[in-house]
């Protein structure tokens, strides 16, 4: 289906209402144990899984169903939760069957990334809620129309990026927005994933038995089975991911964005390649900077593969680097160091020592969720940030792959005079599957 301009003048505005009133860290209500919510969770090898976990220790949440086309995990999955909860789940190859249960409140969308659209929509189409995985999307046109089937179908939609919920990044926030930096003229995002080696090139085999690799292909380009694509690496592989930029990326840029109250970058720019394993398998790069030019401040984000880097001591974080002094936050918590011998320095400003995160964004994440699905309220990550975000991370990923800088009309998305660019905003689906016509 193509995404015509009317449907990205409808969505980008309502990106723009979104980013206009990006929400606080709501409280999240207790659910009440007289109250239940019927979840079924479709992917449940790694995430996926993670979520349903963090679902079934809050109150009144059971499970009925699992979905996965790699049996071995099904099965394996399956007798977790009976051990937890006392009861088997029911168990499907085909998510389309999960959707036929007129049981289920929210489906979980634990995929990988090139299989999070149909399922969404499929279940918003169906009268369930989602909690989806992160990024929202494999792709912009994805994104668009996944935005478009939530509101169609008034559905609550929660994306993982648990950090919205998690209140000491929203605390940071707040400290930026306070002033007390004064002018912000430099953002970074970086993840350095120092554990992560190299992905040894083997041979094309068969699947696994037990596992249905046509499904788990979907609308992905037809392959040959190779093991370095399946299961946990496939986010090294253009097809199905987009790397460190999408996977850690819509965290990180996230908050950047947040943070400067800017969500629009005029042009983005990249580089990098295969610098660390150069004859790897990987096909996504494991060194890359992007930067994105807002016209009054840049957001720099930097990735790297088998080093840590160990930017202010963090491996990943974001740092807003200010005329008074620089703020930087990560997963731990966050603190401020203060300018001290440079023209801008302030004599009065004072460092803040580290603020410690809790430790339990998922869980809040979820709570936030379910409270949401009662009240129909829009959720800390709702579908129109997940999807905003999730294009600023493809944005960065197709400047690197064109190997140039990229201009954004942000009101009508799409790129400005770049037939070629726009060419990596589709999706691009393999036949039988097409997107759904909404």
């Not at 069957?97 to 929210?106: C, W």
């Not at 659209?117 to 995985?133: F, H, N, R, S």
């Not at 720019?269 to 398998?281: E, L, N, T, V």
């Amino acid at each position: 289906m193509t995404t015509n301009r009317r449907t990205f003048i409808r969505n980008a505005a309502v990106t723009a209402s979104a980013v206009a009133a990006f929400p606080t860290v709501m409280k999240a209500g207790a659910i009440s144990p007289n109250d239940k919510v019927t979840v079924a969770l479709i992917g449940c090898k790694g995430m996926g899984f993670s979520d349903l976990t963090a679902f079934l220790d809050q109150p009144g949440v059971e499970c009925a169903a699992l979905c996965d086309v790699d049996n071995n995990i099904l099965q394996e999955r399956a007798a977790e939760v009976e051990k937890k909860t006392g009861k088997k789940p029911d168990l499907y190859e085909d998510f389309r069957r999960v959707m036929d249960r007129k049981d289920i409140d929210v489906v979980i969308v634990g995929t990988p990334d090139h299989w999070h659209c149909l399922p969404m929509i499929y279940a918003c189409q169906t009268g369930k809620d989602v909690y989806c995985e992160k990024p929202l999307a494999n792709s912009i046109e994805e994104c668009n129309l996944m935005v478009k089937a939530a509101q169609k179908y008034n559905r609550v939609v929660q994306v993982n990026q648990w950090q919205r919920s998690d209140p000491h990044w929203k605390n940071a926030v707040d400290y930026v927005h306070s002033g007390q930096l004064g002018r912000v003229r430099s953002t970074r995002a970086w993840s350095y994933v120092g554990w992560k080696g190299t992905i040894p090139v083997v041979a094309d085999s068969n699947p696994p038995a037990g596992v249905n690799y046509n499904m788990w292909l979907g609308p992905a380009p037809l392959r040959p089975f190779n093991q370095n694509r399946f299961h946990f690496t496939f986010r090294w592989f253009w097809d199905y991911a987009g790397g460190l930029m999408t996977d850690w990326g819509v965290h990180l840029l996230d908050y950047a964005l947040y943070g400067m109250n800017r969500y629009v970058p005029k042009s983005v720019m990249a580089s990098g390649g295969k610098y660390a394993f150069p004859a790897d398998a990987m096909e996504t790069p494991d060194t890359m900077m992007a930067i994105y030019d807002f016209g009054d401040f840049n957001l720099v984000w930097d990735h790297t593969i088998g080093i840590y880097g160990q930017n202010y001591g963090r491996g990943h974080g974001v740092a807003f680097i200010g005329e008074y002094g620089t703020l930087v936050v990560d997963r731990n918590g966050w603190e401020v160091i203060p300018e001290t011998s440079s023209v801008s320095a302030k004599k009065e400003m004072q460092a803040v020592p580290l603020q410690k995160g809790s430790g339990k964004g998922l869980d809040l994440h979820v709570k936030n969720f379910l409270e949401c699905i009662k009240t129909r309220e829009k959720p800390n990550c709702d579908i129109e940030i997940g999807a905003h975000i999730a294009r600023i991370a493809q944005l960065g990923n197709i400047a690197y792959r064109l190997g140039r800088q990229v201009y954004w009309d942000g009101e009508n998305q799409k790129f400005i005079d770049d037939k070629r660019a726009d060419t990596y905003i589709k999706a691009n689906y393999r036949a039988p599957w097409e997107l759904p016509k909404i």
